[in-house]
């Protein structure tokens, strides 16, 4: 198993839909984030869980929405989403104490909405 | 607000020429700094860290030296191959109060290495 695993990699999905994109780490690492990567754009954070608890969440609108359910699972539920949402999200992991800023990231879910 | 500037690419050179990608940034305090790398089709990888002034964090060859003074940190490499051909990602970082990292990006350099 790779470090940490998202699924599905491809998305494609109507405005009305509701979807979710999930991230696994097998790291044992105790924060987890959601990322936004567009074109010509810096990465964008998301959301920080931190052993399990949301730490950071980025004026990010409510048709995102975040589940933790234990330290190795991150989800991202889509519903309404616009055309300009699509994009590829990525999940990261890493462990606070020892290595901060060390962040592991898994290959992304590219999103698209039509 | 924290931030980062990169030079804008795409960056073409041959193999074995020498590589700069020009990295600065605006901080409070003192943060870490990072190169991450991402190759086609995957997601980011630490390539190469540097936790206070005056450090060289170095990795496969590539080398970025964090100068206080001039708020910067770019990335060289003395001879690239056509396998360092990614989009490479400067970066900083603050500790979050409630735990975790806030790593702040610049918007990415793609390098494309040619024989």
């Known amino acids: 198993e790779t470090g940490v695993t998202q699924t599905p990699r491809h998305l494609v999905m109507g405005m009305t839909n509701k979807k979710s994109l999930k991230c696994e780490q097998h790291?044992?690492?105790?924060?987890m984030y959601w990322y936004k990567q567009s074109a010509k754009k810096p990465l964008e954070l998301m959301f920080v869980?931190?052993?399990?608890?949301?730490?950071e969440n980025n004026s990010v609108p409510s048709r995102f929405s975040p589940e933790c359910p234990n330290s190795s699972h991150l989800f991202l539920h889509l519903h309404t989403l616009q055309p300009e949402d699509s994009a590829l999200y990525l999940c990261?992991?890493?462990?606070?104490?020892?290595?901060?800023?060390?962040?592991?990231f898994g290959e992304g879910s590219r999103l698209t909405v039509l | 607000g924290n931030s980062v500037t990169q030079m804008e690419g795409p960056v073409t050179l041959s193999e074995e020429a020498f590589l700069t990608i020009n990295c600065t940034y605006t901080?409070?305090?003192?943060?870490?700094l990072f190169w991450y790398v991402q190759y086609p089709g995957e997601g980011l990888q630490l390539l190469l860290k540097?936790?206070?002034?005056?450090d060289k964090g170095s990795n496969k060859g590539f080398e970025a030296t964090y100068r206080k003074e001039t708020t910067s940190f770019h990335l060289e490499k003395g001879s690239v191959q056509v396998s360092d051909s990614a989009v490479y990602f400067c970066?900083?970082?603050?500790?979050?109060?409630?735990?975790?990292?806030?790593?702040?990006f610049g918007t990415g350099t793609q390098l494309k290495v040619e024989l």
């Open positions: 901080a409070t305090g003192y943060p870490s």
């Open positions: 970066a900083l970082s603050d500790i979050l109060t409630g735990g975790g990292n806030k790593l702040t």
């Open positions: 790291l044992g690492h105790n924060a």
């Open positions: 540097a936790t206070k002034a005056d």
């Open positions: 869980y931190s052993l399990e608890e949301r730490v």
């Open positions: 990261a992991s890493s462990q606070d104490v020892g290595a901060p800023g060390e962040l592991f």
